[in-house]
C-alpha cells in the first residue's frame, strides 16, 4: 500500500522548490561518534549521514536546503561549502542556542519563504522504493486540504528504530498520535515530510518540538501521511551503523 484511497496523485503536481534539513542535534545517543564532529558528518555506507540526505534531495529535484546547525557549527558549515554540490545551501543559525525542530523551523522560516517546503531530519537513512519517496510526497500534496504530510513507514519494517511508533492513519489518509500513554503506534515516522508554512504560526518562545504544529493539524484534520515502499533506518546508535550496513549490503 502506497497510498490511502483517498489521496489521489494531483495533475499538476511538482516538487518543492526548498527543502529544511534539520542538522542541529548533539548526537548523545551517537557518542563516541560525536565528540570530534557532528551527528549528520557521521559516515554511513561510505559516506556521511547529510550526502545521503543530499542524494535524495537533488535526485527529487530539489533546488535549495535551509540548513540548521548548531552543535560543532563550522565543521557543519565547511562540510556543507566544500561538499554539496547541485543545491544552493543557506544555513540557519543556532549556535547561540539548540532549538529543537520546532524552534529550527521558526528560525529559519524567512529563509524558507511562502511555499510548501520538504522538511528532512538529517540522522535517518532511507531507500526510495518503486518509487521516489519526495516525489510521491509532492504528487500527493493537496495545499487546500493539507498542512502536514508524512512519509511513515511500519513499525515492523523500521529498521533500528526501538520506540512504539509514532502514528496511526485511517481509512482517509490522516493521522492520529499514539492513543494511550504505553501502547504501540503502527507507523513510525521517517523524518521526511512536506509541510505548510501555515503550521509555522502562534510559536512558544524557545526550544520546542514539531509536535505542537503536527497536533494542531491533526486537530484540524488536515495532517496526512503516505507508506514509504523502501528502505528505511533509524541510525540514531553506533551500533545501528554496522546493521544498516549489513542490509544494505544486502541489496
Known sequence: MTTLRSIRPHPQATVPETAMVMA???GKRMRPLTAM?????VEVAG???????FDRLRGAGVKRAVVNVHYLADA???????????????VSDERAKLLETGGGLVQAREL???????????DNLWVDGPVDSIRLLSNLWDDDRMDALLLLVPQALAHGHRGQGDFHIDAMGRITGR????????????GVQILSPRVIADWPEGAFSTNLFWNRAIEAGRAYGVVHQGLWFDVGTPGAIAMTEAVLADG
Open 37 to 41: 564532529r557532528p551527528k549528520p558528518l
Open 76 to 90: 557543519m558549515e565547511a562540510h556543507l561549502k566544500h561538499r554539496v554540490k547541485g543545491i544552493d545551501v543557506a
Open 112 to 122: 524558507i519563504g511562502d511555499q510548501p517546503f520538504v522538511c528532512v531530519n538529517s
Open 24 to 26: 542541529a542535534g548533539l
Open 47 to 53: 559516506k556521511p549521514l547529510i550526502d545521503h540526505v
Open 179 to 190: 492513543r494511550k500513554p504505553g501502547r504501540l503506534a503502527p507507523f513510525v515516522f521517517t
